[in-house]
């Protein structure tokens, strides 16, 4: 999923605990104040690593670039508007993320406009809990199953194609060996990459006005 020497490897640990764990989180966190209680009862409204961080997952991530946490089961008929409230436990994984990305990228723009002393080290393991956090995003809402951004397209999907389109997951494995073995992966991931960073950038200049 992502090009790094062993340094970055290094570095990205922090990053990559936290952008799995508070992705999970947010799934958990937001079923549950939703009505659906399967999260809490299965031990996965924690900020505990342990309880979300797979570690074939997290060693795959690293070896091959392509890994997974535990999913967070949720149960849609605890739902008082099913289609609405898996949306929005789909959706939350991904702001989650998105907002720790942008913590982290407006802690970068303090340390450079400020001149803070900080190591070379902690000022890498910051860039890559950014680098991390908006990867993580934008790769869960790519529209595969069962991928956030597929969960969120089958609810707005009239009943016959989304029956059809969650079909779709049993193909997801090879699917997800497609884009990785070639640069539909990097050519998807880059330009939304990008398309974030100017965001950021733009609310990190409004901020510091």
């Known amino acids: 999923m992502f090009e790094f020497d062993f340094t970055q490897i290094l570095l990205g ?12 989180y947010a799934h958990a966190r937001v079923a549950v104040a939703l009505g659906d209680f399967t999260p809490r009862l299965m031990g996965r409204l924690t900020l505990d690593p342990r309880a979300h961080i797979d570690p ?3 060693i795959m991530l690293f070896l091959v670039r392509f890994g997974w946490a535990k999913p967070v089961m949720v149960n849609p ?7 609405r409230d898996d949306i929005l436990v789909s959706v939350a994984g991904p702001a ?14 303090l340390i450079r406009l400020h001149n803070i002393d900080v190591s070379p ?13 908006v990867n993580f995003a934008i790769f869960n809402m790519l529209p595969i199953p069962p991928l956030d951004g597929s969960h969120i ?8 194609l989304a029956y059809r389109y969650q079909s779709l997951e049993r193909y997801s494995i090879l699917i997800m060996l497609v884009f990785i073995a070639t640069p ?9 990459f990008q398309l ?6 733009i609310l990190g200049d409004i901020l510091l006005f």
């Open 77 to 83: 008929s605890n739902f008082c508007q099913p289609k």
């Open 56 to 58: 074939v997952g997290l």
């Open 121 to 133: 080290i902690t000022y890498g393991i910051i860039q890559m809990i950014f680098i991390y956090n």
């Open 196 to 201: 974030v960073y100017g965001g950021y950038k």
């Open 184 to 192: 539909v992966l990097s050519v998807v991931l880059m330009p939304l």
């Open 13 to 24: 640990i922090p990053g990559l605990i936290i952008a799995m764990t508070f992705h999970e």
């Open 96 to 109: 989650m993320n998105l907002l720790l990305g942008f913590i982290a990228f407006y802690a970068m723009l």
């Open 153 to 160: 397209l089958r609810n707005l999907l009239p009943p016959d």
